[in-house]
């Protein structure tokens, strides 16, 4: 009798484990089920986007599943990979432009070697001991000459110079803020004679502002991480997929609004007017932009033409602060170099809207380019090699300032 009770709660507690057990593999299967790629046709509302796009989608999945699903083979995995790639590609030019591009300068066009061969180094050396007392004795003036001569083509002079104290030397010898704008002070270097002030002038040049570029490389980089984030977790559900395209569209005019910022301020940099005019406009603009992008209705698919236009529209404002800049530089060559990187980031864009409008080639084959190859992957590339020839332009834009200032 004493051993009916304990048989009567083993049996209880094997019930329950197996009633565990159970519930433990339906839900296994309830994840492995509703993580199945499933047709255009079961999609709920929120996620029909391309009705030319027949297959290979995930609907509603839990969010630890969309995340890892980045590692496996969908319609989205391209669109994701192809702007993180993009993103990581910008945050490596962000390092490399902070730690590098400052201290580049095209040497070759200041024509230093000419400015040596013209000078009189005895001269130069005069006015160095008669300034600089401390500076060590330079006899052999044609050995300084030469080996000024030979560091000038690389871009390591300025480290070298600094090693004979040259330039800590001027600048604590000669009057206060020596170098303290973007090019040096002529006031300044009166006080030296001519022949000094010729041979180091070019040298004390500062790097010109550079928080344009960097707000350029941030929307860049904002931008493309917005849209892998978007294409990978708007699956998960109705309100997350309604957040993550609200920041999608963010990113794009963010990309658009900044990318003005460098043409306009370096272009404009010596025409305040004109440099808030349009940097002004073109923020005011993309502010516009993300709040109709708020609007709920503007998702839809049957508004996908407007959203194209509205952006298109955006970047071809640039147009204008681009043919001013023309105008007033068209004897530069720098002006005419980077308007040509404009140009055909323009024409990445626009033909990157164009796929994105019309949805070829999924349209003329519709379930041929389900996993590769559609439209948007196209626009994706597209809008990479866009952003990257407008860094391009960038360089052009810092080289050309930090030479000549105004």
Not at 83 to 89: A, D, N, V
Not at 107 to 114: A, E, I, K, T
Not at 267 to 284: A, H, N, V
Request: aromatic share 14%; charged share 15%.
């Amino acid at each position: 009798m004493g051993g009916i009770p304990q048989t009567s709660a083993e049996s209880k507690e094997k019930f329950e484990e197996r009633v565990l057990i159970t519930k433990q593999g339906k839900k296994r299967l309830w994840k492995k089920v509703k993580c199945q790629l499933i047709e255009y046709h079961s999609l709920p509302g929120f996620l029909r986007d391309n009705e030319f796009i027949r297959g290979h989608y995930r609907s509603e999945w839990p969010l630890k599943q969309a995340i890892l699903s980045i590692f496996e083979i969908h319609n989205e995995t391209f669109n994701v990979w192809t702007h993180l790639i993009g993103f990581f590609l910008f945050l490596f030019l962000t390092i490399y432009t902070a730690m590098k591009v400052p201290k580049v300068v095209d040497l070759h066009s200041l024509y230093l070697p000419d400015v040596l061969r013209r000078a009189d180094l005895h001269k130069v050396h005069a006015g160095l001991l008669t300034c600089l007392p401390s500076l060590p004795n330079m006899s052999d003036l044609n050995k300084f000459r030469q080996d000024l001569k030979t560091s000038l083509p690389s871009m390591e002079m300025l480290p070298s110079l600094s090693g004979w104290h040259i330039v800590e030397l001027l600048s604590n010898c000669l009057p206060e803020r020596f170098a303290s704008g973007n090019y040096t002070d002529v006031c300044v270097l009166r006080s030296v004679t001519d022949e000094v002030a010729n041979l180091i002038a070019p040298l004390m040049r500062r790097p010109i502002t550079r928080w344009p570029f960097f707000a350029f490389l941030g929307g860049a980089m904002f931008c493309l991480s917005a849209s892998s984030a978007c294409h990978l977790l708007s699956c998960h559900s109705e309100r997350l997929s309604y957040i993550m395209l609200r920041v999608d569209y963010a990113g794009i005019a963010a990309l658009i609004s900044t990318s003005f910022y460098p043409p306009v301020y370096y272009s404009f940099m010596c025409y305040p007017f004109f440099c808030k005019l349009y940097l002004g406009f073109i923020t005011l603009l993309g502010i516009i932009t993300i709040l109709v992008s708020l609007i709920p209705i503007f998702q839809q698919p049957e508004f996908r033409t407007l959203r194209a236009v509205l952006f298109s529209g955006m970047a071809m404002s640039g147009i204008f602060p681009i043919l001013h800049k023309l105008v007033i530089f068209w004897h530069q060559p720098e002006a005419i170099h980077t308007a040509g990187y404009e140009m055909l980031m323009g024409a990445f864009y626009g033909m990157g809207a164009l796929v994105y409008a019309t949805r070829v080639p999924e349209r003329w084959m519709p379930g041929k380019f389900d996993i590769a190859g559609h439209s948007h992957q196209l626009f994706h590339i597209l809008v990479v090699a866009g952003a990257y020839t407008h860094y391009r332009a960038g360089l052009v834009y810092l080289r050309w300032r930090d030479l000549e200032g105004c």
